[in-house]
Protein backbone atom coordinates (compact mmCIF):
# COMPACT_ATOMS: atom_id res chain seq x y z
CA UNK A 1 0.00 0.00 0.00
CA UNK A 2 1.65 3.17 -1.11
CA UNK A 3 1.99 6.42 0.95
CA UNK A 4 -0.51 8.05 -0.70
CA UNK A 5 -3.24 5.58 0.13
CA UNK A 6 -1.96 5.40 3.67
CA UNK A 7 -2.66 9.25 3.71
CA UNK A 8 -5.92 8.83 2.70
CA UNK A 9 -6.48 5.97 4.68
CA UNK A 10 -5.97 8.31 8.12
CA UNK A 11 -7.97 11.18 6.88
CA UNK A 12 -11.09 8.71 6.40
CA UNK A 13 -10.66 7.97 10.13
CA UNK A 14 -11.43 11.86 10.83
CA UNK A 15 -14.18 12.68 13.18
CA UNK A 16 -14.93 15.16 10.28
CA UNK A 17 -15.27 12.21 8.01
CA UNK A 18 -18.68 11.02 6.98
CA UNK A 19 -20.58 8.13 9.44
CA UNK A 20 -20.10 5.60 6.80
CA UNK A 21 -16.60 6.07 5.39
CA UNK A 22 -15.33 6.24 9.24
CA UNK A 23 -16.72 2.91 9.64
CA UNK A 24 -15.82 1.25 6.92
CA UNK A 25 -11.99 2.81 7.44
CA UNK A 26 -12.06 1.46 10.54
CA UNK A 27 -13.29 -1.85 9.84
CA UNK A 28 -10.39 -2.74 7.66
CA UNK A 29 -7.44 -0.87 10.45
CA UNK A 30 -9.68 -3.08 12.80
CA UNK A 31 -8.88 -6.20 10.30
CA UNK A 32 -5.14 -4.92 9.70
CA UNK A 33 -4.33 -4.83 13.47
CA UNK A 34 -5.04 -8.55 14.29
CA UNK A 35 -1.87 -9.79 12.25
CA UNK A 36 1.78 -9.16 11.55
CA UNK A 37 1.37 -8.62 7.97
CA UNK A 38 -1.66 -6.42 8.24
CA UNK A 39 0.67 -4.20 11.51
CA UNK A 40 3.35 -4.40 8.55
CA UNK A 41 0.82 -2.78 6.00
CA UNK A 42 0.10 0.04 8.03
CA UNK A 43 3.55 0.47 9.51
CA UNK A 44 4.43 3.90 7.76
CA UNK A 45 1.50 5.65 8.94
CA UNK A 46 1.11 3.58 12.12
CA UNK A 47 1.52 6.39 14.94
CA UNK A 48 -0.92 8.68 12.62
CA UNK A 49 -3.76 6.12 12.47
CA UNK A 50 -3.11 5.81 16.33
CA UNK A 51 -3.36 9.12 16.78
CA UNK A 52 -6.56 9.11 14.77
CA UNK A 53 -7.93 6.26 16.57
CA UNK A 54 -7.48 8.04 19.58
CA UNK A 55 -9.49 11.05 18.54
CA UNK A 56 -12.45 8.77 17.20
CA UNK A 57 -12.82 7.60 21.13
CA UNK A 58 -15.24 10.62 21.66
CA UNK A 59 -17.64 8.98 19.26
CA UNK A 60 -21.64 8.76 20.52
CA UNK A 61 -22.11 5.15 19.32
CA UNK A 62 -20.40 2.97 21.67
CA UNK A 63 -20.79 0.16 19.06
CA UNK A 64 -18.00 2.07 17.51
CA UNK A 65 -15.86 3.42 19.84
CA UNK A 66 -15.73 -0.69 20.94
CA UNK A 67 -14.05 -1.10 17.57
CA UNK A 68 -11.92 1.53 18.11
CA UNK A 69 -10.37 0.22 21.06
CA UNK A 70 -9.90 -3.19 19.54
CA UNK A 71 -8.05 -1.57 16.73
CA UNK A 72 -6.06 0.63 19.53
CA UNK A 73 -5.23 -2.47 22.09
CA UNK A 74 -3.92 -4.35 19.00
CA UNK A 75 -1.90 -1.47 17.75
CA UNK A 76 -0.59 -0.19 20.60
CA UNK A 77 0.49 -3.47 21.10
CA UNK A 78 3.97 -2.70 18.83
CA UNK A 79 6.58 -1.87 21.22
CA UNK A 80 8.92 -0.01 18.34
CA UNK A 81 5.93 2.91 18.07
CA UNK A 82 4.74 2.87 21.57
CA UNK A 83 7.46 5.65 22.84
CA UNK A 84 6.44 7.98 19.85
CA UNK A 85 3.15 7.39 20.72
CA UNK A 86 3.76 7.97 24.59
CA UNK A 87 6.13 10.90 23.69
CA UNK A 88 2.52 13.20 22.88
CA UNK A 89 1.29 14.21 26.37
CA UNK A 90 -2.51 15.31 24.75
CA UNK A 91 -2.40 11.11 23.97
CA UNK A 92 -1.35 9.84 27.67
CA UNK A 93 -3.11 12.87 29.18
CA UNK A 94 -6.37 11.65 27.01
CA UNK A 95 -5.95 7.96 27.97
CA UNK A 96 -5.46 8.63 31.70
CA UNK A 97 -8.37 10.84 32.05
CA UNK A 98 -10.50 7.69 30.24
CA UNK A 99 -8.74 5.64 32.87
CA UNK A 100 -10.16 7.82 35.68
CA UNK A 101 -13.70 8.60 34.85
CA UNK A 102 -15.71 6.48 36.87
CA UNK A 103 -18.62 6.60 34.54
CA UNK A 104 -16.27 5.56 31.41
CA UNK A 105 -17.62 3.04 29.71
CA UNK A 106 -14.31 1.59 28.01
CA UNK A 107 -12.43 2.76 30.93
CA UNK A 108 -11.30 -1.25 30.31
CA UNK A 109 -10.11 -1.04 27.16
CA UNK A 110 -8.75 2.26 27.58
CA UNK A 111 -6.17 1.01 30.90
CA UNK A 112 -5.08 -2.00 28.34
CA UNK A 113 -4.01 0.61 25.39
CA UNK A 114 -1.62 2.29 28.57
CA UNK A 115 -1.04 -1.25 29.51
CA UNK A 116 0.22 -1.90 26.08
CA UNK A 117 1.79 1.45 25.48
CA UNK A 118 3.82 0.92 28.75
CA UNK A 119 6.23 -2.13 27.84
CA UNK A 120 9.47 0.02 27.03
CA UNK A 121 11.07 2.06 29.37
CA UNK A 122 11.22 5.03 27.48
CA UNK A 123 7.67 4.81 26.81
CA UNK A 124 7.62 4.19 31.04
CA UNK A 125 9.48 7.60 31.24
CA UNK A 126 7.30 9.77 29.14
CA UNK A 127 3.93 8.55 30.86
CA UNK A 128 5.28 8.79 34.57
CA UNK A 129 6.14 12.43 33.35
CA UNK A 130 2.82 12.99 32.42
CA UNK A 131 1.49 11.59 35.62
CA UNK A 132 4.14 14.04 37.46
CA UNK A 133 3.62 16.86 35.55
CA UNK A 134 -0.24 17.29 36.03
CA UNK A 135 -1.67 19.34 38.36
CA UNK A 136 -4.28 17.43 40.73
CA UNK A 137 -5.78 20.26 41.55
CA UNK A 138 -6.60 21.41 38.63
CA UNK A 139 -8.06 17.35 37.16
CA UNK A 140 -4.85 16.41 36.64
CA UNK A 141 -4.09 12.47 37.51
CA UNK A 142 -0.65 11.61 39.28
CA UNK A 143 0.33 8.15 40.73
CA UNK A 144 -1.40 8.36 43.91
CA UNK A 145 -4.94 8.73 41.46
CA UNK A 146 -3.99 5.62 39.39
CA UNK A 147 -3.56 3.40 42.66
CA UNK A 148 -6.67 4.65 43.86
CA UNK A 149 -8.58 4.04 41.02
CA UNK A 150 -7.37 0.39 40.73
CA UNK A 151 -8.17 -0.60 44.42
CA UNK A 152 -11.21 1.26 45.19
CA UNK A 153 -14.05 -1.41 44.80
CA UNK A 154 -16.81 -0.47 42.18
CA UNK A 155 -14.58 2.65 41.45
CA UNK A 156 -16.08 2.40 37.52
CA UNK A 157 -19.39 0.40 37.55
CA UNK A 158 -18.72 -0.02 33.97
CA UNK A 159 -14.97 -1.73 34.40
CA UNK A 160 -12.94 -3.66 36.44
CA UNK A 161 -9.74 -2.01 35.97
CA UNK A 162 -7.60 -5.17 36.46
CA UNK A 163 -5.34 -3.76 33.74
CA UNK A 164 -4.58 -0.67 35.79
CA UNK A 165 -2.30 -2.52 37.85
CA UNK A 166 0.02 -3.96 34.81
CA UNK A 167 0.37 0.07 33.76
CA UNK A 168 1.60 1.17 37.47
CA UNK A 169 4.10 -2.94 37.57
CA UNK A 170 5.29 -1.45 34.16
CA UNK A 171 6.13 2.20 35.49
CA UNK A 172 7.74 0.40 38.31
CA UNK A 173 10.59 -0.39 35.55
CA UNK A 174 11.75 3.66 36.58
CA UNK A 175 13.22 4.06 40.18
CA UNK A 176 10.88 7.20 41.11
CA UNK A 177 7.63 4.40 40.85
CA UNK A 178 9.31 2.12 43.02
CA UNK A 179 10.15 4.96 45.42
CA UNK A 180 6.38 6.34 45.57
CA UNK A 181 5.31 2.40 45.58
CA UNK A 182 7.92 2.58 48.83
CA UNK A 183 6.73 5.93 50.49
CA UNK A 184 6.58 4.76 53.99
CA UNK A 185 3.24 7.05 54.91
CA UNK A 186 1.51 6.80 51.47
CA UNK A 187 1.14 2.83 52.18
CA UNK A 188 0.69 1.73 48.43
CA UNK A 189 2.40 -1.52 49.43
CA UNK A 190 0.27 -2.07 51.74
CA UNK A 191 -3.25 -1.12 49.84
CA UNK A 192 -2.14 -3.95 46.88
CA UNK A 193 -0.73 -6.61 49.01
CA UNK A 194 -4.00 -8.31 49.24
CA UNK A 195 -4.37 -8.84 45.65
CA UNK A 196 -1.49 -11.61 45.32
CA UNK A 197 -4.22 -14.06 46.39
CA UNK A 198 -5.89 -16.18 44.59
CA UNK A 199 -9.55 -14.18 44.78
CA UNK A 200 -8.50 -11.18 42.69
CA UNK A 201 -7.97 -11.77 38.66
CA UNK A 202 -4.81 -13.41 37.18
CA UNK A 203 -3.93 -9.93 35.76
CA UNK A 204 -3.98 -7.80 39.24
CA UNK A 205 -2.17 -10.78 40.87
CA UNK A 206 0.38 -10.75 38.10
CA UNK A 207 0.51 -7.08 38.26
CA UNK A 208 1.26 -7.07 41.84
CA UNK A 209 3.70 -9.33 41.72
CA UNK A 210 5.53 -8.20 39.41
CA UNK A 211 4.99 -4.49 41.19
CA UNK A 212 6.79 -6.62 44.19
CA UNK A 213 9.63 -7.91 42.30
CA UNK A 214 10.73 -4.51 40.74
CA UNK A 215 10.70 -3.07 44.71
CA UNK A 216 12.92 -5.41 45.74
CA UNK A 217 15.64 -4.03 43.98
CA UNK A 218 15.90 -1.47 46.73
CA UNK A 219 17.17 -3.40 49.32
CA UNK A 220 17.55 -0.35 51.61
CA UNK A 221 13.37 -0.79 51.79
CA UNK A 222 14.14 -4.69 52.40
CA UNK A 223 14.16 -4.53 56.19
CA UNK A 224 10.76 -2.15 56.13
CA UNK A 225 9.08 -4.69 53.97
CA UNK A 226 9.62 -7.58 56.28
CA UNK A 227 8.88 -6.10 59.11
CA UNK A 228 5.38 -5.31 60.26
CA UNK A 229 4.70 -2.05 59.40
CA UNK A 230 4.15 -3.83 55.51
CA UNK A 231 4.90 -7.97 56.84
CA UNK A 232 5.39 -8.89 52.57
CA UNK A 233 6.63 -12.71 53.60
CA UNK A 234 3.09 -14.12 54.07
CA UNK A 235 1.71 -12.32 51.09
CA UNK A 236 4.50 -14.18 49.04
CA UNK A 237 4.60 -17.71 50.44
CA UNK A 238 0.69 -17.85 50.73
CA UNK A 239 0.28 -18.66 47.55
CA UNK A 240 3.04 -21.12 47.00
CA UNK A 241 1.40 -22.65 49.91
CA UNK A 242 -0.85 -26.05 49.51
CA UNK A 243 -3.03 -28.45 51.31
CA UNK A 244 -0.22 -30.07 53.00
CA UNK A 245 -0.85 -31.29 56.31
CA UNK A 246 2.44 -29.63 58.58
CA UNK A 247 3.25 -30.84 62.04
CA UNK A 248 4.10 -28.62 65.19
CA UNK A 249 7.27 -28.48 64.62
CA UNK A 250 7.70 -27.27 61.45
CA UNK A 251 4.91 -24.91 61.91
CA UNK A 252 6.83 -23.28 65.27
CA UNK A 253 7.71 -19.71 64.09
CA UNK A 254 5.94 -19.65 61.11
CA UNK A 255 3.88 -16.62 60.35
CA UNK A 256 0.16 -17.61 61.26
CA UNK A 257 -1.91 -16.65 58.05
CA UNK A 258 0.43 -19.88 56.84
CA UNK A 259 -0.71 -22.08 59.64
CA UNK A 260 -3.20 -24.91 59.12
CA UNK A 261 -4.49 -23.93 55.88
CA UNK A 262 -6.71 -27.19 54.84
CA UNK A 263 -7.09 -29.32 52.15
CA UNK A 264 -8.72 -27.01 50.17
CA UNK A 265 -5.96 -24.61 49.98
CA UNK A 266 -4.51 -24.19 46.52
CA UNK A 267 -1.51 -23.04 44.99
CA UNK A 268 -1.32 -19.73 42.88
CA UNK A 269 -2.04 -21.75 39.04
CA UNK A 270 -0.58 -19.20 37.12
CA UNK A 271 3.81 -20.03 36.67
CA UNK A 272 4.78 -16.70 35.65
CA UNK A 273 3.41 -15.65 39.04
CA UNK A 274 4.76 -18.27 40.96
CA UNK A 275 8.17 -17.54 39.51
CA UNK A 276 7.95 -13.91 40.36
CA UNK A 277 7.18 -14.60 43.76
CA UNK A 278 9.95 -16.88 44.51
CA UNK A 279 12.20 -14.43 42.66
CA UNK A 280 10.86 -11.64 45.21
CA UNK A 281 12.06 -13.96 48.09
CA UNK A 282 14.76 -14.52 46.46
CA UNK A 283 15.52 -10.78 46.86
CA UNK A 284 14.63 -10.34 49.96
CA UNK A 285 17.66 -12.86 50.95
CA UNK A 286 20.13 -10.78 49.49
CA UNK A 287 21.30 -9.37 52.67
CA UNK A 288 21.95 -11.09 56.15
CA UNK A 289 18.90 -9.53 58.23
CA UNK A 290 16.86 -10.47 55.46
CA UNK A 291 17.97 -13.99 54.85
CA UNK A 292 17.65 -14.47 58.82
CA UNK A 293 14.40 -13.18 58.62
CA UNK A 294 12.92 -15.43 56.07
CA UNK A 295 14.64 -18.57 57.52
CA UNK A 296 13.54 -17.74 60.94
CA UNK A 297 9.71 -17.92 59.42
CA UNK A 298 10.61 -21.39 58.53
CA UNK A 299 9.96 -20.60 54.61
CA UNK A 300 12.08 -23.35 54.12
CA UNK A 301 9.22 -25.36 55.01
CA UNK A 302 6.23 -24.20 52.88
CA UNK A 303 9.33 -24.37 50.00
CA UNK A 304 10.10 -27.77 50.63
CA UNK A 305 6.13 -28.89 50.01
CA UNK A 306 6.28 -26.43 47.29
CA UNK A 307 9.12 -28.63 45.37
CA UNK A 308 7.35 -32.14 46.10
CA UNK A 309 4.44 -30.03 43.75
CA UNK A 310 5.61 -27.94 41.31
CA UNK A 311 6.07 -29.94 37.74
CA UNK A 312 7.70 -26.94 35.99
CA UNK A 313 11.35 -27.76 35.30
CA UNK A 314 12.53 -24.15 35.23
CA UNK A 315 10.38 -23.27 38.84
CA UNK A 316 12.26 -26.40 40.86
CA UNK A 317 15.06 -24.98 39.23
CA UNK A 318 14.66 -21.66 40.83
CA UNK A 319 12.73 -23.15 43.69
CA UNK A 320 16.14 -25.15 44.35
CA UNK A 321 18.26 -22.38 44.30
CA UNK A 322 15.96 -20.03 47.09
CA UNK A 323 15.82 -23.56 49.41
CA UNK A 324 20.00 -23.92 49.30
CA UNK A 325 19.97 -20.31 50.68
CA UNK A 326 17.48 -21.20 53.35
CA UNK A 327 19.44 -24.50 54.32
CA UNK A 328 22.99 -22.76 53.69
CA UNK A 329 25.24 -21.69 55.71
CA UNK A 330 26.05 -18.20 56.47
CA UNK A 331 28.52 -16.37 54.71
CA UNK A 332 31.89 -15.21 56.90
CA UNK A 333 31.65 -11.69 58.06
CA UNK A 334 32.42 -9.38 55.72
CA UNK A 335 30.85 -11.07 53.03
CA UNK A 336 27.06 -11.41 54.34
CA UNK A 337 25.44 -9.34 51.30
CA UNK A 338 25.66 -11.38 48.51
CA UNK A 339 25.71 -7.93 46.10
CA UNK A 340 28.52 -6.87 47.41
CA UNK A 341 31.00 -9.95 47.61
CA UNK A 342 32.77 -12.01 45.72
CA UNK A 343 30.75 -15.08 45.56
CA UNK A 344 30.98 -17.97 43.18
CA UNK A 345 30.17 -17.45 39.05
CA UNK A 346 26.94 -19.65 38.78
CA UNK A 347 25.46 -17.59 41.98
CA UNK A 348 26.72 -14.27 40.17
CA UNK A 349 25.28 -15.63 36.79
CA UNK A 350 21.88 -16.26 38.82
CA UNK A 351 21.65 -12.83 40.62
CA UNK A 352 22.76 -11.00 37.70
CA UNK A 353 20.10 -12.66 35.71
CA UNK A 354 17.68 -11.81 38.24
CA UNK A 355 18.90 -8.09 38.29
CA UNK A 356 18.32 -7.50 34.49
CA UNK A 357 14.84 -8.56 34.39
CA UNK A 358 12.49 -5.46 35.27
CA UNK A 359 9.64 -7.66 34.62
CA UNK A 360 6.41 -6.15 32.59
CA UNK A 361 3.31 -8.15 32.98
CA UNK A 362 2.73 -8.92 29.30
CA UNK A 363 6.55 -10.13 29.25
CA UNK A 364 6.25 -13.02 31.88
CA UNK A 365 5.61 -16.43 30.63
CA UNK A 366 6.27 -19.69 31.88
CA UNK A 367 4.70 -22.63 30.06
CA UNK A 368 3.07 -25.51 32.11
CA UNK A 369 4.50 -28.72 32.28
CA UNK A 370 2.09 -31.46 32.20
CA UNK A 371 2.71 -33.85 34.79
Same mark, same amino acid.
Given at each position: MDDKVLE????????????? +????????????? %???? %? =?????????NVIFALVDLTDDENSSFVEEVFKALIN +????? @??????TDNGKVVS @? =??????????????QAASVLSNLSRSTESCRHILDCLQGQGVKDGGIDLAKLVEVCCKE %??????????L?????????LQEARKFVLNKVACVIQRILPYTYLGSSDIRRRG????? @???????????????DAVDILPYLLLPLAGPEELDDDDMEGM??????? %???? @??????AIRKLLIETITKLCTTKPGRGFVKEKRSYIIMREYDKWEKNESLKEIAHDLIQILI????????????QVDIPQDIVEKFNKMDSEKPRIEDEHVDEEKS
Open positions: ELVSFLSPAASPP +LREKALEYVVGLS %GTPE %G =LKTLGPCLT +LCSEE @KVSPQI @K =LLQMVCDPSFQFAD %GYNPEAKLHSLSVIANLTQVATIL @KNCCFETDYHAWLLSPEDLQYL %GEDK @KREPDPGDEPEPGMENLE
